[in-house]
């Protein structure tokens, strides 16, 4: 009987897409320096003022849209077309990861290219180049929000994101300040023999006992280590 292919899991948050140009948010000049989180990213705010809501995805969707995938994701793109086992649980509603080539992609966060009811969180709806305008509305004709989860709302990705995690080998965290809950607590679920690695050129940030750390953008860290990997066709943490 053949072994399975070691499995590598990658999970994802905004330092990963900060080279293609999108801001992160916890940064002093990051996007919630500027926008208020309740007013922009809550079910109250949604409430209070749908449009500003909108406006501010809009705004998101239209950087996204205008901006590429850069070296991290088209490494980890890469890394999977050359027959490795990867799986991408991204904490970003961007679609750089996609765009780079990756097959298996979850995000936990939702995704910004996609809209959906404000009533049923199960009937989405791609954009395409649209965006979403007041008036908008589902089949079932409540008004259309963006497919992003909220502060205080649940994530219906998380149970699968657990299930990714406990078949891991080796968890790949890239630039994220794991902040938030759930997403931060996904390093809980992974197997006692797998190893866990988090590039994020912040050298302050606190790592979990045992994870290996390098401190690099994700544009340099992430195709070193892939081509290392590649080039020895295994997944290893390297020692420095
Ligand atoms: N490469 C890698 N990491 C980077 C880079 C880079 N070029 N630039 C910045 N970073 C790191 C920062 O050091 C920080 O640790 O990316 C991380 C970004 O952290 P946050 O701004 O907190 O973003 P994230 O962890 O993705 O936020 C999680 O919070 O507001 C919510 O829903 C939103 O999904 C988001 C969640």
Not at 126 to 146: A, E, M, T, W, Y
Request: aromatic share 6%; hydrophobic share 45%; charged share 20%.
């Amino acid at each position: 009987m053949t072994q399975p292919a070691p499995h590598l899991v990658v999970l994802s948050g905004a330092g990963i897409s900060a080279e293609s140009g999108i801001q992160t948010f916890r940064a002093s000049d990051g996007l919630w320096a500027n926008h208020p989180i309740e007013e922009v990213a809550t079910p109250e705010g949604w409430a209070r003022d749908p449009e500003r809501v909108l406006r501010f995805y809009d705004a998101r969707r239209d950087q996204i849209r205008a901006a590429r995938p850069n070296a991290a994701h088209r490494a980890l793109a890469n890394l999977e077309a050359r027959g490795f086992e990867v799986s991408v649980i991204t904490q970003n509603i961007d679609d750089f990861h996609e765009r780079a080539g990756s097959r298996r992609v979850l995000h936990l966060h939702g995704e910004i290219m996609v809209s959906r009811s404000s009533v049923d969180a199960r009937m989405r709806y791609p954009l395409g180049k649209r965006n979403i305008v007041i008036g908008d509305v589902c089949d079932q004709g409540s008004q259309l929000r963006p497919d992003v989860v909220w502060f205080g709302e649940e994530v219906p990705a998380f149970a699968e994101a657990c299930d990714i995690v406990a078949r891991a080998d080796l968890l790949l965290v890239v630039g994220t300040s794991l902040a938030v809950m759930p997403a931060a607590s996904l390093i809980d679920e992974l197997p006692l023999a797998a190893a866990c690695m988090l590039v994020d050129p912040d050298e302050s940030l606190v790592v979990p006992p045992g994870v290996a750390r390098l401190a690099l953008p994700a544009g340099q860290g992430v195709p070193a280590l892939t081509r290392q990997w590649q080039r020895e066709g295994r997944l290893f943490v390297p020692q420095h």
